[in-house]
């Protein structure tokens, strides 16, 4: 089966093709711009061209569905359903946390656990267990402090993610580690996408929306001008 995986939810703008578990053809760039909108069909082009494939060939689209960047997810979300709904392709939805966790499984950590960066001291995260990579806990937005993740204290622990840096710089855990440039990316999709096909586990694309977790929060104007 050969799938097209769409990942925005972050900085990093990820596009993939795989066939089976076989990942053909990858591209990505990490913006702090979120250069989504600009790079996303550029980005299908040229996977597609990498992977020597067409449109036609594919058989189906999976999405990394949050949660993250209220605008990417709608950005990836759009442009997923716009493929399925002309090429009449099933549309695959999984956490962008799950991809974030594959490449750390059995190296010796006894949880995994992504942040993603959710501005100020917020963090989209969710624990995965570090021997068989499933997520063994509900994905929350968890607000950081010195006390976070302390029941953790005698666990060999790894962070991962964008908001790893600021967990680092408050948290008192001797046996955790922390890596800052992981990001979601399409090419982590691939397993669960492929068990969800197989499932035929599918998305209603005319209902399908992103895991957004928290509704968006804009800048408001002010009301009016003070003399």
């Not at 990942?23 to 992977?51: I, M, P, R, T």
């Not at 969800?196 to 694309?205: G, L, T």
């Amino acid at each position: 089966m050969k799938i097209l995986h769409i990942e925005t939810s972050s900085k990093n703008c990820s596009v993939a093709i795989s066939d089976g578990e076989n990942l053909l053809c990858l591209c990505e760039e990490v913006s702090e711009n979120y250069k989504q909108s600009e790079s996303l069909h550029s980005f299908v082009e040229w996977a597609l061209e990498g992977a020597e494939i067409s449109l036609k060939n594919l058989d189906a689209v999976s999405l990394g569905k949050g949660p993250g960047s209220y605008t990417g997810l709608r950005i990836g979300a759009a442009s997923a359903k716009g493929f399925c709904y002309g090429l009449k392709l099933p549309l695959i939805a999984v956490n962008s946390l799950d991809s974030m966790v594959e490449e750390f499984v059995n190296q010796g950590f006894d949880l995994i656990i992504p942040l993603i960066d959710a501005r100020r001291m917020e963090v989209y995260t969710a624990f995965f267990d570090g021997k068989s990579g499933e997520m063994i806990s509900e994905t929350e937005a968890k607000i950081l402090d010195e006390n976070s993740f302390s029941e953790l204290a005698d666990k060999k622990v790894l962070f991962i993610g964008d908001g790893a840096k600021k967990a680092q710089d408050i948290l008192n855990l001797p046996n955790a580690e922390f890596k800052f440039d992981i990001y979601p990316s399409a090419k982590g999709l691939i397993k669960k996408s492929v068990e969800k096909f197989n499932q035929k586990d599918f998305e209603n694309v005319a209902y399908f929306e992103p895991f957004y977790l928290k509704d968006f929060q804009g800048i408001k104007k002010a009301d009016r001008i003070r003399k």
